[in-house]
């Protein structure tokens, strides 16, 4: 879809704001068969207790071929007080990498990942309407001869 939807996805209402940071990755260049561990630091910035859905978007770049320009690959709630911070990690597994080709088949396609952690899908109408902005970094998935693609 190349067209912004009017009410992104994970886009609701609060009575509190967050901030997210902090985004690192347990290997930065990753091969097709290990997993991949990305931690980040959620902090409830207003003066109510309240829960947030937290998301992870990715997205594969320098595809030949048409992949999602984002796609949601792990999300949790978690409740935070006023001004309390917690880490939050996600684990991916090797499956959570692929992309789909056009014969339908998941395959490994070497080349930079970008991830984006937040509350809503990383977009600027998710900016406009007021959600907070997403943590955001890169890795690598290389080309792999082992045979244990």
């Not at 595809?63 to 006023?82: A, D, K």
Request: charged share 20%; proline share 7%; hydrophobic share 35%.
């Amino acid at each position: 879809m190349e067209h912004v939807p009017l009410f992104p996805f994970g886009f609701g209402l609060s009575y509190t704001s967050f901030h997210y940071s902090n985004l690192n990755f347990k290997k930065q260049t990753l091969k097709p068969y290990e997993k991949q561990t990305i931690l980040f630091r959620v902090t409830n910035n207003g003066t109510v207790t309240a829960d947030e859905v937290v998301q992870l978007y990715l997205s594969h770049q320098n595809v030949p071929f048409r992949v999602p320009s984002m796609e949601l690959i792990r999300y949790c709630r978690i409740t935070l007080e006023p001004g309390e911070s917690k880490e939050v990690s996600f684990n991916l597994l090797p499956e959570d990498l692929m992309v789909i080709n056009m014969e339908g088949e998941k395959q490994w396609y070497p080349g930079y990942i970008h991830v984006f952690a937040g509350g809503a899908l990383p977009t600027e109408r998710s900016l406009e309407l007021g959600a907070a902005q997403p943590a955001t970094g890169s890795f690598i998935l290389v080309p792999d001869s082992s045979e244990r693609q």
